[in-house]
């Protein structure tokens, strides 16, 4: 079992910045490329961005590219996402996902993730 706890949303104007974490225990994540995914009211969960675990392959949706980053630090079980230059459609519950052990398929679908994080809500006022 892998839980996972997000910390470090909250109400922030347009153009200001977030760093979101992810605290993972239990067994750790190792081995697992881990992801950040978001969904708003009414819309499904979407895709955010994915680190693999030594952190040399990170994608990005389009819509956050440029403006965050997602890393990781395997020695504290955390990954980080850091948001920049926010815009008012950022806004969201943002999910931690540990991808299945193994994996080697595409990143940015659900189903690549077998255990979720709560969620942390960001809000990004216009």
Do not use: H
């Not at 948001?83 to 080697?104: F, I, Q, R």
């Amino acid at each position: 079992q892998v839980q996972l706890v997000e910390s470090g949303g909250g109400l922030v104007q347009a153009g200001g910045s977030l760093r979101l974490s992810c605290a993972a225990s239990g067994r750790t994540f190792s081995g697992r490329a881990m992801a950040w995914f978001r969904q708003a009211p009414g819309k499904e969960r979407e895709f955010v961005a994915s680190v693999s675990w030594i952190g040399s392959s990170r994608y990005y949706a389009g819509s956050v590219k440029g403006r965050f980053t997602i890393s990781r630090e395997n020695s504290k079980n955390t990954v980080y996402l850091q948001m920049n230059s926010l815009k008012p459609e950022d806004t969201a519950v943002y999910y931690c996902a540990a991808a299945k052990s193994g994996y080697s398929g595409t990143y940015s679908v659900t189903s690549a993730y077998d255990y979720w994080g709560q969620g942390t809500q960001v809000y990004v006022s216009s």
